[in-house]
């Protein structure tokens, strides 16, 4: 399982998330017509950190953007309130069984944002996964 995949699985199954979203956690950009609110996520870079232990010589580092999507200013901060807790100082398999181990998730910003295209306030969070 790659951490994408292992992030997704364990956001669509975080209990306080999907009593507010639902099913609508996505990969990328949501589709069209999707209701809100809903969380959409990427991997914005994925640097490595030189070590000498591990299989590989390094650790990674991922970054992802989280971004909670509303109809109007205040949905957002309710879901991204929950994805922080979700998220900060998480460690232990992420995904469940085959998952992915995580020595930490460290939170490390926070933006609002507004789509004009979609007419959708958000609240886009960043966090880096030590993996």
């Not at 979203?21 to 990328?28: A, D, I, M, S």
């Not at 109809?71 to 995904?95: E, F, H, K």
């Amino acid at each position: 399982m790659t951490i994408k995949e292992a992030l997704g699985t364990y956001l669509q199954g975080y209990a306080a998330l999907t009593a507010l979203v639902g099913t609508r956690v996505y990969p990328g950009a949501f589709p069209q017509g999707t209701a809100m609110p809903a969380v959409t996520f990427s991997q914005i870079s994925n640097p490595t950190i030189p070590h000498t232990g591990g299989s590989d010589g390094a650790l990674q580092r991922p970054r992802f953007q989280i971004t909670c999507w509303g109809d109007n200013y205040d949905d957002p901060d309710i879901v991204a309130q929950v994805v922080r807790t979700a998220l900060t100082d998480y460690s232990g398999t992420m995904g469940g069984v085959g998952g992915v181990d995580v020595a930490r998730v460290l939170y490390d910003n926070e933006t609002d944002i507004y789509n004009q295209g979609l007419q959708r306030d958000g609240v886009a969070l960043d966090f880096i996964i030590l993996i």
